[in-house]
């Protein structure tokens, strides 16, 4: 720093001299037509210059040269150099006044920006600090939100699994017994052919159950990571939605399903069977969670902004307004406030996450409002109804797809 100073310093000296000759020549060779008021005043804004940049001492050095300077070439006697005039005398002090004044002026502003810039970097350094200290306190939250997050998923993971475990292992293990006690006589059997038929059928169902569950883990995983490749072609939302009731009817059964299309509604450019998967989620939704005999009533029509809007919506209890926005976390499932004595109904909280993972891979959204007469749940997504550009947009993540997989193969 030391040396950066001295430095400028020099440069200040060269600079009062250099620039006082310079005004002393120029002026020189207008002859004598120039005022010497107008070079004093000249020589006074050089004074000045060095002081604002380098100064008080090259400030007093570039006053002593001006007032020489003016005194040999301007002022008669011209050519002498002689301060006997008391107009010297007065034109000096000027100078040095000046000279110090401005060089005083230009130091404080000098230690204020010194002064300011040190405040700036201490604020920075504090700053800095604060931030890691808050990065140190958030990653620690952090790893304590994934320690509780990882816990509850253990445990959703843990139930979904060892439910459908527990009635297959009990329903074998009583299969089991029964072959290992039977008695040639067939009437001291310990199941009748009743029995074990119901429980195959319990084996078979919580067999379905369990591969349900895997594959919305591989779906969730899919669309969590990233992988989620849409077949999107030309369809028609009325096709979906018959394809997805068409699934739905075992599950439907007990309920009455009103269906509203809007006529003359547009194709669109989506994965079919993907959307046909999101409308069966929440119609399953529906059914699980409104009483039998009540109907669902699912509707599909022509919003702005080029979009589809389609709508599942119930007679049930509806969701709370505070957990409409969890409930698309995955293993969550929201505690309707039904009737008390009736259980919850069964489910892996994963269906409406990986609802809203697809209708996000197409661009689109997706919500839960009250229902009409603010009973009941509507569940709402808008889909866009895609163009020529999205059309060979898919073509190219088609073609991409099929070369990836080739490449893998190869």
């Known amino acids: 720093m030391q040396i950066k100073a001295l430095k400028a310093k020099r440069v200040g ?16 060779l207008l002859g004598p037509r120039i005022n010497p008021t107008t070079v004093a005043l000249a020589m006074v804004l050089v004074v000045l210059f060095v002081a604002v940049g380098w100064g008080a001492r090259p400030a007093i050095v570039a006053s002593v040269l001006g007032v020489l300077g003016l005194n040999y070439f301007f002022l008669p006697p011209i050519g002498a150099l002689t301060i006997a005039d008391p107009d010297n005398w007065i ?3 000027a100078f040095l006044i000046t000279a110090v004044t401005a060089g005083q002026l230009s130091a404080r502003l000098n230690r204020r920006a010194e002064e300011a810039e040190a405040g700036r970097r201490e604020i920075k350094r504090l700053y800095d600090e604060l931030r890691a200290a808050f990065e140190r306190a958030s990653h620690a939250e952090a790893l304590r939100q994934s320690e509780r997050l990882k816990s509850a998923l253990l445990d959703a993971v843990t139930h979904d699994l060892r439910t459908p475990l527990t009635s297959i292992k009990a329903s074998v293990t009583t299969m089991l017994d029964e072959l290992k006690a039977k008695t040639p006589d067939a009437s001291q059997a310990v199941l009748s052919e009743e029995g074990r038929r119901e429980m195959l059928e319990v084996i078979d169902e919580e067999c379905d159950r369990l591969n349900r569950f895997i594959e919305g883990l591989v779906e969730m995983a899919r669309i969590e990571a990233g992988e989620f490749r849409l077949r999107r072609r030309w369809g028609t939302i009325e096709e979906m939605v018959e394809m997805a009731l068409a699934r739905a009817k075992p599950l ?34 529906a059914a699980k969670y409104s009483p039998a005999g009540t109907p669902i009533h699912v509707s599909a029509s022509r919003a702005e902004n080029e979009m589809i809007r389609a709508t599942v919506e119930d007679c049930g209890p509806g969701v709370p307004v505070e957990l409409r926005e969890r ?6 499932r929201a505690i309707r406030p039904a009737d008390p004595s009736r259980s919850q109904p069964s489910g892996t909280g994963m269906g409406l996450a990986i609802a809203r993972g697809i209708v996000e891979a197409h661009k689109g959204r997706i919500w839960i409002e009250s229902g009409e007469g603010g009973l009941g749940t509507r569940v709402v997504f808008m889909l866009p109804i895609g163009d020529e550009d999205d059309a060979a947009e898919a073509q190219g993540e088609a073609l991409d797809a ?3 997989k080739s490449t893998t193969i190869a």
């Open 327 to 332: 409930v698309f976390d995955k293993f969550f």
């Open 91 to 93: 034109a000096l002090a």
């Open 402 to 404: 099929v070369l990836s």
């Open 252 to 285: 439907t059964d007990r309920h009455r399903v009103e269906v509203e299309i809007e006529k003359d509604l547009p194709i669109v450019l989506v994965d079919a069977r993907a959307v046909s998967e999101v409308i069966y989620t929440l119609v399953d939704n």
């Open 13 to 28: 000296y060269i600079f009062a001299v250099a620039g006082i000759a310079a005004f002393a020549a120029a002026f020189r």
